[in-house]
């Protein structure tokens, strides 16, 4: 599937861009299918204390493969409704990694 036909998913410069709907408090860590234009992920952690964005980062860290310091959270830290950056992920490997 090409990174056209995954709206949650947009290619900048070398790095991927991820639109993703969050559902902290779940019974488990995993991606949940798509919700709207975002990729939805459920997350064990609770939304306290940043709990579950630190959840996230270290999930899309181990899932693409990459150190926690390449995966950035631009805008929703405290919105379900979050953009993140993982520097130097190919659009392929991202989508591999969450599909």
């Known amino acids: 599937?090409?990174?056209?036909?995954?709206?949650?998913?947009?290619?900048?410069?070398?790095?991927?861009v991820l639109s993703l709907h969050i559902q902290p408090g779940?019974?488990?860590t995993e991606v949940a299918?798509?919700?709207?234009e975002a990729l939805k992920v459920r997350l064990g952690a609770p939304p306290v204390d940043g709990k579950a964005n630190d959840a996230l980062i270290a999930f899309l860290a181990e899932r693409l493969g990459v150190p926690?310091?390449?995966?950035?959270l631009e805008a929703?830290?405290?919105?379900?409704?979050k953009r993140v950056r993982v520097v130097g992920v190919s659009a392929e490997a991202a989508t591999g990694g969450l599909t």
């Open 26 to 28: 779940a019974k488990r």
């Open 68 to 72: 926690k310091a390449r995966v950035v």
């Open 1 to 16: 599937m090409s990174a056209a036909a995954l709206p949650w998913l947009r290619v900048s410069g070398g790095d991927v």
């Open 33 to 36: 299918g798509v919700h709207g």
């Open 76 to 81: 929703g830290q405290s919105s379900r409704s």
